[in-house]
């Protein structure tokens, strides 16, 4: 089974790029509070699709088809760490329970009927 | 061989997916169900990109483009809304 060097490189980009998502959704299912959740599931969004659609870009060449992944992978890149900032802000704005008690939720969680 | 590789992480991915749908239904706050259907939406993205790439039929990547869009609005839309309670 023959592979050049530009498939090699492809498949181990789509690798790890999986990988990168597993360990976003061990993250999800793991841990235990809501703001870690998207602590995890952020970066292993972003890790895991930028290295999976690298790898595509990789195996295409350049094609127009390639420039429209390396704008799908530009989008997200800039659009999930803002809606994980927003599902986390409107988390603690309603006031959802830290796991640990340090965090002190429940003096501010008043906030979100305010603004 | 490529395609093989494609193949095999497309059902890797679906399977997360499925395990995704499991904390979307489980989750104990609503939060939690955003997070996790944020999550299953860029997995389908790139499921969609892989499907084009194995099946030879690139029109997949513009639909897997205008999905992004949507789901990155779906989780602005729902975390403005459980928020303020409007979406205004």
């Known amino acids: 089974m023959l592979m050049t060097l530009r498939e090699i490189i492809a498949a181990v980009l789509v690798a790890g790029g999986v990988f990168f998502f597993l360990v976003g959704v061990i ?17 292993g969004d972003t890790l895991g699709l930028g290295l999976c659609l690298l790898g595509a870009i ?6 127009y088809t390639s420039l429209k ?10 659009t999930s760490p803002t809606a994980a900032h927003l599902i986390g802000k409107s988390a603690y704005r309603t006031g959802v329970e ?11 969680s008043g906030r979100g009927n305010q603004t | 061989m490529i395609e093989t590789v494609l193949r095999a ?16 239904g489980v989750g ?5 169900r955003i997070v996790a259907t944020n999550l299953l939406g860029t997995k389908a993205v790139v499921v969609l990109v892989f499907v084009a790439l194995a099946t030879e ?10 999905y992004a869009l949507i789901n990155f ?14 979406l205004s």
Do not use: N
């Not at chain 1, 999800?28 to 703001?35: H, K, Q, W």
């Open chain 2, 73 to 86: 609005l779906t989780s602005v839309g729902m975390a403005k809304y459980i928020e303020k309670g409007k």
């Open chain 2, 28 to 32: 104990p706050s609503v939060p939690d």
């Open chain 2, 57 to 66: 039929q690139l029109f997949f990547v513009d639909v897997a483009l205008v």
């Open chain 1, 27 to 43: 993250g999800l299912i793991r841990l235990p509070d809501i703001y870690m959740r998207v602590h995890a599931t952020a970066k």
């Open chain 1, 98 to 108: 830290a796991a640990c008690g340090d965090i002190p939720v429940k003096d501010i």
């Open chain 2, 9 to 24: 992480g497309g059902y890797i991915l679906i399977v997360l997916m499925f395990v995704c749908l499991w904390r979307a």
């Open chain 1, 69 to 78: 992944l390396l704008l799908i992978i530009t989008f997200i890149w800039i």
């Open chain 1, 58 to 63: 990789v195996y295409l060449g350049f094609t």
